[in-house]
C-alpha cells in the first residue's frame, strides 16, 4: 500500500461540480475516478475499490442511496467510507445516511474545501510523507 496515492471515487452528474472537487482532490495529490450516474459508481467501486466514496445523492439511474446500499454489499466495500453530499438536507435524510453508515453528511451548496477537509479527516492525506 505504501506509496500508492488515496484513490477516491467521486460520484457526481453535475459537470461543474464534478470539475470542482476532482480539481481541488488532484491537486492535494489523490487519485479520482468519477461516476456520472448511480450505476456507474457501484461499477466502477468494484473496478477500483476505492479508499472513499463522494457520493451525490440525486443521481441519474440509480439515486445515492441507492447505489451506496449496493456497493455495501459487496464484502470488499462494507467498510470503505462514504461522504453524503446532497441538497435534501433533511432530518430524516441524515437518520437514513447514518442507517446506510455514511460517515459523513454535506448539504449543498458544498464548499469544496470542506470536502477535502472531510476526505481528510477520514482517510488521511493524499501520500503518505517521508518522515
Ligand atoms: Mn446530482
Known amino acids: 500500500m505504501k506509496g500508492r496515492p488515496k484513490h477516491v471515487l467521486l460520484v457526481e452528474d453535475n459537470d461543474d461540480n464534478a470539475f470542482v472537487y476532482l480539481a481541488l482532490l488532484e491537486f492535494s495529490g489523490y487519485l479520482v475516478t468519477r461516476a456520472r450516474d448511480g450505476f456507474e459508481a457501484v461499477d466502477l467501486a468494484r473496478k477500483v475499490s476505492p479508499d472513499l466514496i463522494v457520493m451525490d445523492i440525486a443521481l ?33 435524510d441524515m437518520q437514513r445516511g447514518l442507517a446506510l453508515g455514511f460517515q459523513a453528511y454535506l448539504p449543498k451548496p458544498v464548499e469544496p474545501r470542506r470536502v477535502l477537509a472531510e476526505v481528510e479527516r477520514l482517510i488521511g492525506p493524499a501520500a503518505i510523507s517521508a518522515a
Open 60 to 92: 441519474p439511474k440509480l439515486d445515492g442511496w441507492e447505489a451506496t446500499a449496493a456497493i455495501r454489499q459487496n464484502p470488499q466495500l462494507q467498510a470503505v467510507p462514504v461522504i453524503a453530499v446532497t441538497a435534501h438536507a433533511f432530518d430524516a
